[in-house]
C-alpha cells in the first residue's frame, strides 16, 4: 500500500486550465505506474490518464480528455501531474491518483493498489 495525496483542485469556469498533483508520502512513486481515476456525482468512477513507472515516458488517455489533458511526472518532486485545459462543465468531478505494479497503467481499476483520496476540481460555466 500506499499513501496517495492529491492537490490542486479548485473551482474555475470553463475554459481554464488546471494542475492537480500527486505525491506520496511514504513510498516512491516512481516506482510504480499512476493512473488518474474521476468520479461525477451520481456516476461510476472513470479512468482518465496513465503514465508509465521510471524509464521510458508512456501515456494513456481516455477518449474524452484526450487533446485537453496531459501528464507528466517531476523526479525532482516525485510527484505526478495532471495537467487539464480547455476545462469542460463535464469535467466536474472528484480526481483520483492511484498506483499500479504494472509499468503502464491502464484504465481497469483492478489493476491499480493505492489510491489517494481525491481532490475536488468543479466546472462552471
Known amino acids: 500500500q500506499v499513501h496517495l495525496v492529491e492537490s490542486g483542485g479548485e473551482s474555475v469556469q470553463a475554459g481554464a486550465s488546471l494542475k492537480i498533483s500527486c505525491a506520496a508520502s511514504?513510498?516512491?512513486?516512481?516506482?510504480?505506474?499512476v493512473g488518474w481515476f474521476r468520479q461525477a456525482p451520481e456516476k461510476d468512477r472513470e479512468f482518465v490518464a496513465g503514465?508509465?513507472?521510471?524509464?521510458?515516458?508512456?501515456?494513456v488517455f481516455s477518449e474524452s480528455v484526450k487533446g485537453r489533458f496531459t501528464i507528466s511526472r517531476d523526479s525532482a518532486s516525485d510527484r505526478v501531474y495532471l495537467h487539464m485545459n480547455n476545462l469542460e462543465i463535464e469535467d466536474s468531478a472528484v480526481y483520483y491518483c492511484a498506483t499500479t505494479d504494472r509499468r503502464v497503467p491502464t484504465k481497469w481499476e483492478a489493476q491499480y493498489n493505492s489510491w489517494g483520496q481525491g481532490t475536488q476540481v468543479t466546472v462552471s460555466s
Open positions: 511514504d513510498s516512491t512513486l516512481s516506482n510504480y505506474g
Open positions: 503514465i508509465s513507472s521510471s524509464g521510458t515516458t508512456t501515456t
